[in-house]
C-alpha cells in the first residue's frame, strides 16, 4: 500500500479550532420527536413529520442491537489522553473527532444535499428582526446520559459560556443576547443578520448539562474525564490507545442499534489504512493510494467507498505578490493545468477534475448555480498553447530560457503544500511539469504542515494548492476566499481569503446573500461572487474536494451512498452520529 495523506477531517478540525469562522445559512421544519427535511426560502420552519432517528430507515431483517463493535477511525494522533471536553481542540473526543457521539447540537444538516436539515435538539426554529432574533423550540422528553432532564437553561447555559469565553468560541458566534422565557425555548439575539451562521450556532455548537458545568473555572481547558451528554452513546472505557462507546438506552430517538463503538487511536494514516485493507476497521475516512486495487477490489461485495463532492479545492494566488498578481499570469496557469490528469494521477481518480471557473462544487451546488453560470465552463484537459497566447498578449515574450519574461523578469513561480500531503504534493508536481510546457518556471517546495499554514497565513508564499470551506451552502466556501475582514496584508496573519483578494463588490454580494434566507435571493448575490471568480481568478478551481469514505458491509449496513444520501460518509463530527444512528447490524 502506498503512503496516504492526513485525512480531509483531520486538516479542517485542525482548521476549525483554530480560528474563527463564518458559517452556512438554510432552513429547517418542525415536527415533534421528528428527523425532518426542509427546503431553502422561508424563515420560519415548516410542518412535515417523518420518523426519528433511530426509525428513519429500513430496518436490517434482524433490528436487535448488535454484539459487534462498529469500529470507527478517528484522525490518527497517536495515544490520547483522558478528556472529552467539546470546545477544547486537544481533548480526545476532538483529537478522535467524535463529539457528536456524547454531545448534540440542535440542528444537524446534510452537506450532500444542499437545504437538508434535520431536526435534532431542537424540533423547530424561526428567524425575526431581520435574521437578528434566532428562536429555538426544543425538542420534548430529552434527558441527559445521567437521567436528567434536558431543558432550555442547558441551551440558555451553554450559549452564554460561548458568549462570555472567547476561548471556547470556536466559530467565532456574536451573541448579544440569550433569553430561556420557558423550558422548551431559546432565544437568541445578534447584533447582525445570521442567516449565514446558522450551522455554526446550531450545527457545531455542542450542548452540555449546565448543572456539570456551572462549577467549571476555565471551559477551556477542562477534562470532562466523566461526560454527560445527550447523544446516542456513552463512553464506556477509555485506553490512551482507543475509546469505547456504549448505546445510550435513555437516547430520545430510541436506543441505537449498534451497541458498541470502538474508536482505536492509530499512530498514523498507514496503520489506519492497514487496518482498512485487512477488515478490521469498519469505516474510515483517508486519502487511500490505489483505492481500487487495495480496498476495494480486496471484497467488492462488502468494501465499499462513496466520495460526494462537499468543495472546491484551489490554487490559491498570492496578490500582493508578483507575478501571481497579474491577472493574465492567472488566466495562463488555469489554462495550463491538466485537470483530468491531476485527478486521475494525484487523487487517484477519487476527487473529479473541476468544471466550472465559479467555484461552485458541481453537480452538488447546482442550485446555486446563476443564469448564465455555464458560460464559466472550463477546459478540464492542459491547453499550453492556449496560455502561451494570454502571455504573448499581456506583453509576455519567451526567453533563450525557453520561458516567459517582461521587464527583464522570468516568470517564475513556486508552489507549496505540506509534504506529508502526499496527494496534493503530487498534484503539485504534475504542475510543475505542465506549467513548464507552457513557458512558465514553475517549481515545487514541499513544507510541514506547521511551516505551510504559517506561511499560507502571513502571505509567505506565491501559489499554494488548498482545499475550500464547506457547508450546507455556498456562501462559506466563498466566504472563506474573499471576505476581505478575514485577510491582512503580507507579514501579518489572515484569518482567511490568504490570497489577499480585496473586492469592494464582492463584500456587497457577501452581505446581500447574509442579510436573507431565500434562495432566489441568495443565488442572485452569489452570482456576482461566480463571476468575480470565473472572471478575476482569485482562486483558481482544481478539482472537487470529495467526503472521503470508506466502509465495510460485513457487519452494519444502510450507509449513505448516491442512493441514499442522507448525509455525508466520512466519519466527522457532528455528521458521524447521524450516519451512526442509521446503521444496522447484519445477522
Known amino acids: 500500500m502506498k503512503a496516504s495523506s492526513p485525512s480531509r477531517a483531520a486538516r479542517r478540525a485542525s482548521e476549525r479550532h483554530a480560528r474563527s469562522r463564518t458559517r452556512i445559512a438554510g432552513v429547517a421544519g418542525a415536527a415533534a420527536a421528528a428527523?425532518?427535511?426542509?427546503?431553502?426560502?422561508?424563515?420560519?420552519?415548516?410542518?412535515?413529520?417523518?420518523?426519528?432517528?433511530?426509525?428513519?430507515?429500513?430496518?436490517?431483517p434482524g433490528s436487535s442491537a448488535s454484539a459487534v463493535a462498529l469500529t470507527v477511525e478517528g484522525n490518527p494522533p497517536g495515544p490520547v489522553t483522558k478528556t472529552f471536553n467539546p470546545f477544547d481542540p486537544t481533548s480526545a473526543i476532538n483529537e478522535l473527532d467524535i463529539a457528536s457521539l456524547v454531545y448534540e447540537p440542535l440542528l444537524q444538516f446534510d452537506i450532500v444535499k444542499p437545504g437538508t436539515i434535520y431536526d435534532w435538539l431542537a424540533k423547530s426554529y424561526s428567524w425575526s428582526n431581520g435574521g437578528r432574533t434566532l428562536t429555538f423550540?426544543?425538542?420534548?422528553?430529552?434527558?441527559?446520559?445521567?437521567?436528567?432532564?434536558?431543558?432550555?437553561?442547558?441551551?440558555?447555559?451553554?450559549?452564554?459560556?460561548?458568549?462570555?469565553?472567547?476561548?471556547?468560541?470556536?466559530?467565532?458566534?456574536?451573541i448579544s443576547k440569550v433569553l430561556a422565557p420557558n423550558a422548551s425555548t431559546v432565544v437568541l439575539d445578534f447584533p447582525t443578520a445570521q442567516y449565514t451562521n446558522l450551522y455554526a450556532i446550531a450545527g457545531e455548537t455542542y450542548i452540555v448539562p449546565k448543572a456539570q458545568w456551572a462549577s467549571v473555572k476555565d471551559p477551556a481547558t477542562f477534562a470532562d474525564a466523566n461526560p454527560i451528554g445527550t447523544g446516542g452513546w456513552?463512553?464506556?472505557?477509555?485506553?490512551?490507545?482507543?475509546?469505547?462507546?456504549?448505546a445510550n438506552p435513555r437516547y430520545w430517538g430510541g436506543k441505537p442499534k449498534v451497541?458498541?463503538?470502538?474508536?482505536?487511536?492509530?499512530?498514523?494514516?498507514?496503520?489506519?489504512?492497514?487496518?482498512l485493507e485487512n477488515g478490521t476497521l469498519d469505516w474510515a475516512g483517508n486519502f487511500v493510494s490505489d483505492l481500487s486495487q487495495v480496498y476495494t477490489a480486496r471484497d467488492p461485495r462488502t468494501h465499499k467507498s462513496w466520495f460526494p463532492g462537499i468543495n472546491t479545492v484551489t490554487l490559491q494566488p498570492n496578490l500582493d505578490e508578483f507575478p501571481t498578481n497579474q491577472l493574465a499570469v492567472r488566466q495562463a496557469v488555469s489554462a495550463a493545468i491538466d485537470r483530468k490528469t491531476i485527478s486521475a494521477d494525484g487523487e487517484d481518480g477519487l476527487e473529479p477534475p473541476a468544471t466550472n471557473a465559479s467555484g461552485l462544487v458541481l453537480p452538488t451546488q447546482k442550485a446555486y448555480l446563476a443564469a448564465g453560470g455555464s458560460k464559466y465552463t472550463i477546459s478540464t484537459s492542459a491547453d499550453p498553447a492556449k496560455a502561451e497566447k494570454i502571455l504573448e498578449a499581456a506583453g509576455w515574450k519567451k526567453g533563450s530560457n525557453g520561458f516567459f519574461q517582461k521587464g527583464g523578469k522570468t516568470l517564475s513561480i513556486t508552489l507549496i503544500d505540506p509534504s506529508s500531503y502526499t496527494d496534493y504534493s503530487?498534484?503539485?508536481?504534475?504542475?510543475?511539469?505542465?506549467?513548464?510546457?507552457?513557458?512558465i518556471d514553475?517549481?515545487?517546495?514541499?513544507l510541514s504542515v506547521g511551516a505551510w499554514t504559517s506561511d499560507v497565513a502571513?502571505?509567505?508564499?506565491?501559489?499554494?494548492?488548498?482545499?475550500s470551506n464547506q457547508g450546507p451552502t455556498p456562501y462559506q466556501m466563498f466566504q472563506g476566499w474573499l471576505d476581505d475582514s478575514t485577510t491582512a496584508p503580507v507579514g501579518k496573519s489572515a484569518s482567511g481569503d490568504f490570497e489577499r483578494f480585496r473586492s469592494a463588490a464582492a463584500e456587497a454580494d457577501l452581505k446581500a446573500f447574509a442579510a436573507t434566507d431565500s434562495l432566489k435571493a441568495q443565488v442572485a448575490a452569489i452570482g456576482g461572487l461566480e463571476k468575480l471568480v470565473a472572471t478575476q481568478l482569485p482562486v483558481i478551481p482544481v478539482v472537487y474536494g470529495a467526503a472521503f469514505d470508506e466502509y465495510n458491509t460485513t457487519h452494519f449496513t444502510n450507509w449513505p451512498s448516491p442512493s441514499n444520501p442522507y448525509d455525508i460518509g466520512q466519519p466527522t463530527s457532528p455528521a458521524m452520529e447521524v450516519v451512526a444512528l442509521h446503521l444496522r447490524p447484519v445477522h
Not at 503530487?426 to 513557458?439: F, R, S
Not at 514553475?442 to 514541499?446: H, L, M, R, T
Not at 502571513?458 to 488548498?466: A, E, I, P, S, V
Open 259 to 275: 451497541e458498541t463503538i470502538y474508536v482505536p487511536a492509530y499512530d498514523s494514516n498507514t496503520s489506519a489504512n492497514l487496518n
Open 35 to 60: 428527523l425532518l427535511l426542509a427546503a431553502c426560502g422561508s424563515s420560519a420552519s415548516s410542518a412535515t413529520s417523518s420518523p426519528t432517528p433511530s426509525a428513519a430507515v429500513s430496518t436490517h
Open 234 to 246: 456513552t463512553v464506556s472505557k477509555f485506553a490512551s490507545t482507543g475509546i469505547t462507546l456504549t
Open 426 to 439: 503530487t498534484d503539485d508536481q504534475i504542475m510543475v511539469a505542465e506549467l513548464k510546457k507552457a513557458g
Open 442 to 446: 514553475a517549481s515545487f517546495n514541499g
Open 458 to 467: 502571513l502571505g509567505n508564499f506565491q501559489m499554494t494548492l488548498r482545499y
Open 137 to 174: 423550540h426544543l425538542r420534548q422528553g430529552v434527558k441527559w446520559s445521567n437521567g436528567t432532564p434536558f431543558t432550555s437553561a442547558d441551551v440558555a447555559f451553554t450559549y452564554n459560556l460561548i458568549k462570555d469565553n472567547p476561548s471556547i468560541n470556536s466559530g467565532g458566534l456574536t
